[in-house]
């Protein structure tokens, strides 16, 4: 038993010319993630040192960690900075101030590390630049899919191929939700109090449920993985609070289970005026085959697949979510910048105004209806006059003619054929609740 | 629609040093991955340009590949690099003369990119210091996993994790091989034969099937994740060539598949004389329960699971061989050189002169008896002499007396206690075949 030294070069020149001492890290929000931060990086005092935490509550949480009697504590940004810092951690979460405070920290050529999804969705290339000009580093693979490392696998591992398309579970809430309803049959609203309960889901669950919070890592995605930027708010979202029991009982005769899925493809580019590539993209629940990746992703794990020209389907899964994963990406991050990797050369992105959701898929419709002869012809005459081939019609026995669900399920169309033809439908008065529409993935065109 | 530019250095600087031009590409060996790589080269002109393909072929396989007349075609080492070169490309295979040829580039100071695990998991390190010492690089993404980026992952992703266990499917043969026999029931001889006329599997397929190539594979990846240099030689490895169709439906009443699993893992520090960290591994078809991510890898994809003490469970998944996919990881390193990324820092290494396979684990035994009274008995007694419990005993009917098949399931106990106790279990008098042992997964202790 010995040791051999393979280290590739010296450390100095690793630390791109910060010579000595280990990183000293500025750490801003002290909440689970925080905490599990400090506790990682407690274990590489060589490599990076904790110097100050910046919070609102400093005074408070302070009281409860004992260790580091140096460490300075503060709620203010001026103080946490002023002893000199070479990476800002932010992890205190939504716009304002931590916007601010990265613009704050990159203007003193302060590198930033950040597991802020809202702000890298909604500025992260005017930050990179800022990053750029002021020779710092801007990392966040924190933001998208927590300890599963899919943005640094992307931007370099497969640096060499061109993707075409992103997809995934982003959101564990929704996937423990969605799981449990599949497993144990039980409804939606059950799930999601079990879900807070077990500090799944927050006490405002709406980013969660209504694809939020998936959309915004699903942008930064389409950015790292297929160059291009979109307006976040543009990216269309469908809430999982419509998917019903019946639903899974229903997909399964479909050979298919339910998943909120975040999806992403380059769109063709004679779409768009200067014939620039556009971008698809929705978050919304969807079925997906029993044996695909995405069905197997089970509780509040999370899934990324991204299919490239030469490479196909490779898939990155793992815990999205938590306090300590989601500190091994930070961390990883900062030993980085530590350890003087330079940032990844990105492509020049594409910008696009608009994004089109319309992708052509086979899709599924549940009918809630007040029983009554000539419906299906009703509606089969509908979708006749779209061009819309119906593949089946599956109905369950045993509801009351006044709430009778049924499904049909459609041949691949393109999304905003299908809603067209809903929305006509929804004219019809035979319905007891609206038609739940969700495209069936696996077999997309 | 406009354009950002969002490139965080100057191309100049991120070159590191190299000023203006792509970088230029010497390419050793011309078959199914070389042709790939040279077509995705094709399209990155900017980025890294071909200038010479070295192959002892060069001569003929040079008038199928018109595409660029000034590319120099030779099978002489000292003409290929002889023009300047940045990156020398490895792909011929083998030890000999690739490691020659790698020492050769290194030694001019050519960084250098390979997938060639046998030479990596041999001589990595002492290649990886002369890369060190010459101030150039040594990169090898494509050995392990083809396409999927699991070692810049691993390195990079999850630096800040302690990573504790790895457990892959790294042979597509081998997978493609057990999944024909899980769905279609046919027997090894008829799976490997099918593999083979699909170009699955090579005329001599002993490495892939004896576990030589995951073995290669498995010690680069202790190498990366663990931080453990094992002699490659010293994992213990077992043919997947005594799995039959009948084990395939043992397994599924145990809720299990069967595949060729290669696994690592810290030893206990106590094992090893001055405490330090031993490493214990091996290769061979194993028991994975059905709902388990390895058991869903189908056909020639290939799966690695990390568990960090942090981040939990990790899994990267994808195309483990081929042309393409194994170009893009090739390519990608290429790239990453090209555009002047640092090599990762590497953990000190613990080198061990040992490997233990010696895992506690639940163990599934087929027999094959000329059958009599007592054989249950006799067997009991054994494993109860050995304090072994047994867990089950199945037995499917149908079968003649003199060659009758049936599994005995054991309790988790050490692999060596287990194969103490089947080895004199062999020396009874009423085996038909040796016992077939497998350890069942998903359940380690």
């Known amino acids: 038993m010995m040791e051999a030294a393979v280290t590739q070069h010296e450390p100095d020149q690793a630390r791109g010319g910060r010579k000595g001492g280990p990183c000293r890290v500025v750490l801003a929000g002290f909440g689970t993630v925080g905490r599990s931060v400090a506790r990682v990086l407690d274990g ?3 490599d990076a040192r904790l110097v100050a935490v910046l919070d609102r509550r400093a005074a408070i949480k302070r009281a409860g960690w004992l260790h ?29 101030p931590a916007e601010s405070w990265i613009r704050e920290a990159l203007s003193r050529r302060v590198s930033v590390v950040t597991a802020n999804k809202q702000v890298i969705a909604h500025a992260g290339p005017s930050l990179l630049s800022m990053a750029t000009s002021n020779g710092c580093q801007l990392r966040f693979e924190a933001s998208v899919a927590g300890g599963v490392p899919v943005l640094r696998a992307i931007e370099s591992g497969l640096a060499g191929d061109r993707l075409v398309r992103v997809a995934g579970i982003l959101n ?7 799981t449990r309803m599949e497993r144990e049959g039980v409804d939606f609203a059950s799930a999601l109090k079990e879900a807070q309960a077990l500090g799944f889901a927050e006490a405002d669950p709406t980013m969660d449920i209504g694809g939020g919070d998936a959309r915004a890592k699903l942008a930064i995605l389409a950015m790292i993985a297929l160059g291009v930027q979109a307006p976040v708010g543009g990216i269309h979202t469908e809430s999982i609070a419509s998917v019903t029991p019946l639903d899974f009982q229903y997909a399964r005769r479909l050979g298919c289970t339910i998943r909120q899925v975040a999806w992403a493809s380059r769109g063709p580019a004679d779409a768009n005026p200067g014939g620039a590539e556009g971008l698809e993209a929705g978050v919304g629940p969807a079925l ?7 069905a197997r992703v089970s509780g509040s794990e999370n899934l990324v697949t991204v299919r490239g020209q030469f490479g196909g389907e490779t898939s990155f899964g793992g815990r999205g979510a938590g306090g300590d994963p989601t500190a091994v990406a930070v961390v990883s991050d900062v030993l980085g910048i530590a350890r003087g990797a330079r940032p990844p050369l990105r492509p020049t992105l594409t910008i696009v105004d608009e994004v089109s959701d319309d992708l052509a898929a086979p899709f599924y419709v549940r009918f809630t209806v007040r029983d009554r002869p000539g419906i299906i012809a009703a509606l089969a005459t509908v979708f006749a006059d779209y061009a819309i081939n119906i593949d089946a019609i599956l109905q369950e026995p045993g509801f009351p003619a006044d709430a ?3 499904v049909i399920s459609l041949d691949a169309a393109p999304a905003g054929t299908v809603h067209a033809a809903l929305e006509k439908v929804a004219g019809f008065d035979f319905h007891v609740a609206p038609p739940v529409a969700m495209p069936i993935l696996g077999t997309m065109a």
């Open 404 to 406: 009778r669900p049924f």
């Open 68 to 96: 580091d009697p140096d460490v300075v504590w503060t709620d203010s940004i001026d103080e946490a900075l002023a002893g000199g810092a070479d990476v800002f951690i932010e992890l205190i979460g939504g716009i304002d």
């Open 172 to 178: 564990g809430t929704c996937n423990y939700i969605l």
């Open 288 to 294: 997906v085959p029993l044996d695909a990746p995405l």
């Open 44 to 46: 590489l005092r060589d």
